[in-house]
């Protein structure tokens, strides 16, 4: 798996970077990926992929996020891609925990006691497993109603090292995963 951290510019998330091969269009990584990257969230609503946030109108915005994009070419199985995502969320949990940050994970989401952190949605194109994950810099720009925080406010100030650290440990996580997958023999 492929890690590309973009640190020279900022790039703001609007959904269309769960398109498959995101990756390979903008920046010529090619495979499985995680390209993680800063930049503001305003998702449309005709990019939005949660039939729930659409039912409900919700506003998914953010001014300054840190993006994960993670594109897996394996069988596309919305399962598969779901549980994928809540082992990365899983593991930045972990590497927040690092950090001295007491967290709670519900579903796909991030939280620090009541406040939320993150955004996550996973899926599927014809070729792949997508899954996109926002953790807020600072809880600024978010929806009213949203009680959010954000890396910032939890003494995190070296974004920058945080991007480069955190993808290098979920690029290790999933290779760990598909390793072990490998190893193993049928049941008899």
């Not at 390209?35 to 946030?53: A, L, P, Q, T, Y």
Request: aromatic share 8%; proline share 2%; charged share 30%.
């Amino acid at each position: 798996m492929e890690l590309l951290v973009v640190k020279d510019r900022k790039i703001d998330y609007d959904g269309s970077a769960i398109k498959s091969h995101w990756a390979y269009r903008n920046f010529e990584v090619l495979g499985n990926s995680i390209v993680v990257f800063r930049g503001s969230c305003d998702i449309k609503i005709e990019e939005m992929i949660d039939i729930e946030d659409l039912r409900q109108q919700k506003e998914i915005k953010s001014e300054d996020m840190v993006h994960y994009i993670i594109e897996i070419f394996e069988v596309p199985n919305v399962f598969l891609a779901s549980v994928l995502q809540k082992l990365f969320i899983a593991k930045l949990c972990e590497i927040l925990g690092e950090y001295g940050i007491k967290t709670s994970r519900y579903g796909d989401d991030i939280y620090i006691g009541d406040k939320k952190l993150s955004i996550s949605i996973a899926t599927v194109s014809p070729v792949s497993i997508k899954i996109h994950i926002g953790v807020n810099v600072e809880a600024k720009g978010v929806p009213m109603g949203v009680n959010a925080i954000g890396l910032k406010e939890l003494g995190i100030s070296d974004i920058d090292q945080f991007m480069e650290l955190s993808g290098k440990l979920l690029v290790e996580e999933f290779l760990k995963a598909k390793k072990d997958s490998l190893k193993v023999r049928w049941a008899e």
